[in-house]
């Protein structure tokens, strides 16, 4: 049967030419000069500007914003396709370059909005042209007065990109070169990180086994430069934040994801106190397939019933069909992605691990490209389902002013895990037998397994690395000692073998946009339970209320989004226990169906 859907995205709609387009080429020497000279005005500008004036120089940050994104989103596809792109890898220095001069030409607007007396200011975001970014001009207010100087803070810019960001190039190199030996099919293969990762989900315990055993001696023989990477990234954040007097390692990542710390708080003790609800998880699932406990490569792994493939086709009209029950809208944004070829999917070597959406505001169409590697699992469909959430937030976004569209992380994953969970509950009420709806359900428990325990995991991991490094670099060996006991307390010591090496394997440790790039998971992922429960209790009707609250989503604090659009307050356990309460209805309802 021929493919209806290529699995190959079009970049060339934007640049034609990948890394060698003379179009790209322009794009970022005209940043290279209108970005400074945008700075040269607002450092210019005079403390009794007018209303007009800060119009147009907000109008022109804004565009600029946009163009830098879209250089941005176009290196990171072309990297992420290709690891060994050489000429990407250069263009992506020039972007980071790029990117160090906007966020200087920020802090110089943040001081003057900070010079503003409180009179004229309100009255600046009270004008009809401006309030719509009013709050985000209040966070920059504020962000200043939080910051060193503007000279200090436009050096900080200057030298991260070959002091900070390069050691987050160094990792991607190191994975990208990368090759994991691996017999398949009577032949001895060389795979990629992307392609080795995914044979983790091979229903033979004996295949996932040797998978995890080369997986870690590869991690492990290149753990001495990673180990590297790491404490300078790390370094350099603790430094800067000792200067600009910022006493938590946690300040930075709160403030970005617009939440307290005592919602955090909350949000942890409440699962804490929930965990032992999944012991009985475990031990079924240990039981079923014949191991008296779980070992790291189980926890994820397909049971026997789920293993049978999808193909990408398949997976694509499931997705469109189930998205139509709940809001068309979301649906023909899916079909655009298919059909468009807004999609990178095939799996093939030279990828790197992982999946991700990146948005390309240019067109203010709300275009966007998701990059995974499918491998017609059940996990890859709800890969592709969470990749689209992601999408379906910008587009709803698209006709916002680009400041009001910088949504924080933690409700980012809000949609993208909403959308997973209508894939997979329509999978698991579609199941025609028994064996197939058990298969179903283990998956959505294990994604709830994912965020409550091993992102829990990678929070204690970091929280103490952190705390360690405050006294000097630590070395590989503490790192996997460190991580262990984070897996172990996380998961409770439900499991008989643990992934030590996991600060080496994942990427989310190694970026430089996002610093703790793990609890605003776990923040998405509950937070959308509980919207997920209401849209059922309301039915279609409740469509236009997840678009208006997506639509907020950087324009407030999420508690001020939750008690405005849910009517319910996130420093408190009741909303994440109720959600967690639905997570305990799954396990039951696993028992009762696995019970012999």
């Given amino acids: 049967m021929t493919q209806k859907y290529e699995m190959n995205w079009d970049l060339d709609v934007f640049f034609e030419g990948g890394s060698s387009s003379s179009a790209f080429a322009e794009l970022l020497e005209q940043l290279k000069s209108e970005i400074p000279a945008l700075k040269k005005e607002l ?9 007009e004036v800060w119009h147009d120089l907000l109008a022109r940050y804004q565009k600029l914003m946009s163009s830098t994104l879209q250089a941005y989103s176009f290196v990171d596809c072309l990297t992420s396709a290709n690891v060994k792109d050489d000429k990407a890898k250069n263009l992506g220095g020039h972007v980071q370059a790029i990117h160090a001069d906007l966020l200087a030409a920020s802090t110089v607007l943040e001081a ?3 010079k503003l007396s409180d009179e004229s200011f309100t009255a600046l975001i009270s004008d009809a042209k401006i309030e719509r970014i009013a709050f985000n001009l209040a966070e920059k207010r504020k962000a200043s007065l939080d910051k060193l100087n503007p000279a200090m803070e436009e050096l900080v810019g200057d030298l991260s990109v070959s002091g900070y960001h390069a050691w987050s190039d160094v990792y991607s190199s190191v994975v990208g070169r990368m090759e994991i030996p691996f017999e398949e099919d009577g032949e001895e293969k060389k795979l990629s990180v992307g392609q080795m990762f995914t044979r983790f989900q091979s229903p033979d315990r004996e295949v996932r086994k040797d998978v995890f ?23 350099y954040r603790l430094a800067l934040y000792k200067h600009r007097k910022w006493d938590s390692i946690l300040k930075e990542p709160l403030e970005m994801n617009r939440m307290s710390e005592e919602t955090l708080t909350t949000m942890w003790e409440t699962i804490s106190q929930n965990k032992h609800r999944l012991t009985p998880f475990f031990e079924r699932k240990a039981k079923i397939i014949g191991v008296d406990k779980l070992s790291w490569y189980d926890v994820d792994a397909p049971l026997p019933a789920g293993s049978s493939k999808v193909s990408f086709d398949e997976a694509a009209t499931f997705i469109t069909e189930q998205f139509q029950q709940f809001n068309p809208q979301m649906a023909e944004f899916a079909k655009m992605n298919f059909e468009d070829r807004w999609i990178e999917a095939e799996d093939r070597p030279g990828k790197r691990p992982g999946g991700f959406m990146t948005d390309f505001p240019e067109n203010n169409k709300g275009e966007s490209r998701i990059f995974m590697t ?13 990749e689209l959430g992601h999408g379906y937030h910008t587009y709803v976004m698209k006709d916002l002013p680009m400041l009001a569209q910088r949504y924080a992380m933690n409700v980012a994953e809000t949609a993208s895990t909403f959308a997973e969970m209508i894939v997979i509950d329509a999978a698991i009420t579609k199941a025609t037998d028994k064996e197939e709806k058990v298969a179903l359900l283990a998956e959505k428990i294990q994604s709830a397994i994912a965020f409550c325990m091993n992102i829990h995991a990678r929070f204690l991991f ?10 000097g670099p630590v070395s590989k060996d503490s790192l996997n000692e460190l ?3 984070a897996q172990k307390d996380a998961f409770i010591n439900l499991l008989g073998e643990y992934n030590p090496t996991f600060w080496a394997s994942k990427l989310h440790f190694y970026g430089t946009d996002v610093p703790f790039y793990n609890f605003p998971y776990t923040f998405g992922y509950l937070f959308s339970t509980g919207i997920y429960a209401r849209a059922l209790a309301e039915g279609p009707s409740f469509a236009d209320k997840y678009d208006s ?9 999420v508690e001020e989004l939750a008690s405005r659009h ?4 996130l420093t408190k356990p009741d909303f994440w226990q109720d959600a967690l309460d639905l997570v305990a209805a799954d396990v039951e309802e696993f028992l009762a169906l696995t019970n012999e």
Avoid at 43 to 51: F, H, L, P
Avoid at 213 to 223: D, K
Avoid at 462 to 471: I, P, S, V
């Fill in 43 to 51: 450092e210019s500008m005079k403390e009794d500007a007018g209303v």
């Fill in 112 to 114: 003057g909005l900070a």
């Fill in 213 to 235: 055993e080369r997986w870690e001696a590869a991690w492990t023989n290149e753990s001495e430069l990673i180990a590297l990477a790491l404490n300078n990234l790390a370094g």
């Fill in 374 to 386: 499918f491998a017609g699992t059940p996990g890859c469909v709800s890969t592709l389902a969470h």
């Fill in 462 to 471: 970091e929280t103490k690395f952190y705390a360690a490094r405050k006294n």
């Fill in 483 to 485: 991580m262990e006991q």
């Fill in 549 to 557: 609250l997506l639509k907020d989503t950087a324009s407030m604090s």
């Fill in 566 to 569: 849910l009517g319910v307050d």
